[in-house]
């Protein structure tokens, strides 16, 4: 490694997270046309899932041996599993993270872009925030959030409903947030309020 590549500093990191429905993804995708890396935390934990072989065998001795159906995660029995035993999902979530964090510290370090983006759902339940430099919420009205999640999961009001119950309130998020683009509005507005944003970042 020659004597520029050692001055070189770390990335600094984003925090990027919202609710379901919030436009989270939307956001993380605009940044990436933006020439900015983004991690896709949630995404990575459903294939870390598959290809950890130690993490494998954790997961069926806390879960059982249904939680693999021929070697592929099981996430539908997983997910029955856990859902009203808050206990039960610490654990999981317990052996899942550390997993996605290994592997976020290997992706920041192959990084070369002064500002590089995680995208979580779990940011600040998880005080992930305090390993960041700074954080930035999507956020959109609960109606239109549900509305957003019905049309893209064909999920109903009362499903959608739960799970924005289980997660922390919007108001508590907004709190914590360093930077926050309310997603009320279309797509035009959307990028807007991102290019705004990133005016802000730099």
């Known amino acids: 490694m020659n004597q520029n590549q050692e001055d070189v500093p770390p990335p600094r990191i ?4 919202g609710g379901i429905g919030s436009g989270k993804t939307s956001v993380a995708k605009l940044l990436e046309q933006k ?10 934990a459903k294939n870390i899932v598959n290809i950890d072989p ?12 249904e939680s693999y159906l021929d070697g592929v995660y099981n996430r539908k029995y997983v997910a029955e599993k856990v859902f009203n ?16 964090r290994i592997d976020f510290e290997k992706w920041v370090a192959a990084q070369t872009s002064e500002f590089v ?29 549900i ?38 509005s279309d797509r035009n507005n959307l990028e807007s309020e991102t290019d705004i944003f990133i005016a802000e970042l730099n």
């Open 117 to 145: 983006f995680k995208e979580t759902a779990l940011l600040f339940e998880l005080k992930l925030n305090e390993q960041c430099y700074k954080s930035l919420l999507v956020t959109a009205d609960d109606n239109l959030r």
């Open 54 to 65: 130690e993490l494998k065998e954790k997961i069926i001795s806390l879960l059982g041996r």
């Open 35 to 44: 020439g900015f890396p983004v991690y896709y935390s949630d995404d990575q």
């Open 147 to 184: 509305k957003r999640t019905m049309d893209r999961d064909n999920k109903t009001y009362r499903e959608i409903e739960t799970i924005m119950q289980n997660q922390m309130p919007e108001k508590d998020k907004m709190k914590l947030a360093n930077y926050i683009i309310y997603n009320n």
């Open 14 to 17: 984003i925090g990027l997270t």
């Open 85 to 100: 035993d808050a206990d039960l999902l610490e654990q999981l979530n317990h052996l899942i993270h550390p997993a996605v």
